[in-house]
């Protein structure tokens, strides 16, 4: 089975920066779209960014300018370089994987906390 594993998380001061990674557990083919969500106490997961195979990329409005994505097909592996962080940027960040494999498979990794001081 696969697992997302994730690391980087962390409590910063507001201003500061993170760099999320996720990579899958064991090799496996490549995804067809990575990506983050994110999810604040009380609130609904949301998605953050993603990136597809071909490297087109989506932000959400609140990360725009602030947050980066890439990835390592080679590696299966996604990356969220976060910058001017936020308060409001508090949150469970999720990996998020999606394969077509003759099927359509979707992973999640559990969570890496990110907290922001002000």
């Known amino acids: 089975q696969v697992q997302l594993v994730e690391s980087g998380g962390g409590l910063v001061q507001a201003g500061g920066s993170l760099r999320l990674s996720c990579a899958p557990s064991?090799?496996?083919?490549?995804?067809?779209?990575m990506g983050w969500y994110r999810q604040a106490p009380g609130k609904q997961r949301e998605m953050v960014s993603t990136i597809t195979r071909d490297g087109i990329t989506n932000y959400a409005n609140s990360v725009k300018g602030r947050f980066t994505i890439s990835g390592d097909n080679a590696r299966n592996t996604v990356y969220l370089q976060m910058n001017s962080l936020k308060p409001e940027d508090t949150a469970v960040y999720y990996c998020y994987a999606y394969a077509n494999w003759g099927a359509a498979y979707a992973y999640w990794g559990r969570g890496t906390q990110v907290t922001i001081s002000s």
């Open positions: 064991g090799s496996i083919s490549r995804f067809n779209i």
